[in-house]
């Protein structure tokens, strides 16, 4: 049996991990750092391995890519004043 490589994968199970970029962002209207509903699509390919008992178990995820449609802020609902802020 060929054994393939296991690519690294800075995302697994939803969980971002330091190695994947990361977007902080801030809403001008109420100065919320923490907490924003962001709508994004995202392209990727992905391991699927299934147990004998048929469970579906995702070993490995790349992303392809990945656009952000929408960021409104959870605390006051604006869209329109939430902007980017770059990490120190």
């Given at each position: 049996?060929?054994?393939?490589?296991?690519?690294?994968?800075?995302?697994?199970?939803?969980?971002?991990?330091?190695?994947?970029?990361?977007?902080?962002?801030?809403?001008?209207?109420?100065?919320?750092?923490?907490r924003?509903?962001?709508?994004?699509?995202?392209?990727?390919?992905?391991?699927?391995?299934?147990?004998?008992?048929?469970?579906?178990?995702?070993?490995?995820?790349?992303?392809?890519?990945?656009?952000?449609?929408?960021?409104?802020?959870?605390w006051?609902?604006?869209g329109?004043?939430?902007?980017?802020?770059?990490?120190?």
């Amino acid at each position: 049996m060929v054994q393939r490589p296991r690519r690294t994968c800075p995302v697994r199970s939803g969980v971002v991990t330091a190695s994947a970029p990361v977007v902080r962002y801030r809403c001008g209207a109420c100065g919320n750092l923490t907490r924003f509903d962001v709508v994004v699509t995202r392209r990727e390919r992905a391991y699927h391995h299934y147990t004998i008992g048929g469970e579906l178990q995702v070993e490995e995820r790349e992303t392809l890519s990945e656009h952000v449609e929408d960021v409104s802020c959870r605390w006051c609902g604006h869209g329109r004043a939430v902007e980017r802020v770059e990490r120190p």
